[in-house]
């Protein structure tokens, strides 16, 4: 089986497969050799309710257990001061696609920005208005809803939103319009041609079919941009919240029968995902904790190596509209 890719047109082919580590479902990965972009194989009208449980988010949005809803909690304030700092000033206008449970809007409400966001998840809605209010959370799962906000924005976020979506050209489409001139955008996406994805490969954890649809290398995320509207101000393939996580899950994944076993021990109690084979459960546990300390070292030089040659984990950019 072939499928035709939407941006060349060319016919592309089959690359590699992705087991949902909640229903337990295969799907198919193809990739454009041409455009540099693959795709999870879905129907026109597939169906994504069954693949987002009410274990998928936890108990009001919480997925993780404390220590790990710390970190998060961390790493959104990071990414806060981070862009904060490509105006730092106050006047601004933030919307931040797919924002979550509100947690870094919030921070830079209390930095006197204007913010406001869009989620399409009720749960963790209600969540980000209890932080922002009411009135800047925007709850939709159709993104053409974002036409009719009657804002123009001096910032707008898509951190991990691109690699849920069918069609991002679209979303960067309404971006364009809703952006003022010099305004900036800042995108965060799983990158597929990362040395993580390399040393697990079908079972990297970032793949994460069927919710992520697109998966991305650097060249056909800069392809989405015009660029005679846009330019690229930084871009880098280093993520403290992701990179080493995700270089430690794969180099486990080597080593434990039960794939992406990590991740299923950091989760909350009520977001768990289904239970594992008993015996299968007791020898991923027994040798996670003889190898999750060496290979948390090993983990840190093989993240920091990639970085330096573009390989690391996560691609972050940011563009700016001319």
Request: glycine share 4%.
């Amino acid at each position: 089986m072939s499928v035709v890719c939407e941006y060349c047109s060319n016919q592309i082919n089959y690359h590699s497969s992705n087991i949902d580590l909640f229903t337990g479902k295969k799907f198919d990965i193809y990739f454009c050799d041409h455009c540099h972009i693959a795709k999870t194989d879905l129907d026109n009208n597939f169906d994504f309710t069954s693949y987002y449980p009410q274990n998928y988010y936890g108990q009001n949005g919480k997925k993780f257990n404390i220590l790990f809803e710390t970190f998060i909690s961390l790493s959104r304030l990071y990414r806060s001061s981070y862009c904060y700092r490509l105006f730092n000033r106050n006047d601004v206008k933030l919307l931040d696609v797919g924002c979550g449970k509100g947690q870094f809007i919030h921070f830079l409400k209390k930095k006197g920005w204007s913010v406001y966001g869009t989620e399409f998840s009720s749960i963790s809605a209600e969540t980000a208005k209890k932080k922002v209010g009411d009135a800047a959370i925007f709850v939709s799962n159709d993104l053409d809803q974002l036409k009719n906000i009657n804002i123009n924005f001096d910032i707008i976020t898509l951190w991990h939103v691109l690699e849920h979506l069918k069609n991002p050209r679209k979303l960067i489409n309404l971006v364009d319009k809703k952006l003022t001139n010099k305004g900036f955008v800042v995108i965060e996406v799983p990158n597929f041609y990362s040395l993580q994805r390399l040393i697990d490969k079908n079972n990297w954890i970032h793949l994460e079919c069927p919710r992520h649809v697109t998966h991305f290398t650097k060249k056909s995320l800069f392809n989405l941009f015009d660029n005679k509207k846009f330019k690229i101000i930084k871009s880098s393939t280093f993520s403290v919240e992701y990179g080493f996580y995700g270089m430690l899950q794969s180099l486990l994944n080597l080593f434990l029968p039960v794939p992406n076993y990590l991740f299923s021990l950091i989760r909350s109690k009520n977001a768990k995902i289904n239970k594992t084979p008993l015996i299968k459960n007791y020898i991923s546990f027994l040798l996670s904790i003889f190898l999750i300390i060496p290979l948390l070292f090993f983990s840190i030089f093989f993240e920091l190596v990639s970085v330096l040659f573009e390989r690391g984990g996560i691609i972050k950019v940011v563009i700016q509209k001319k």
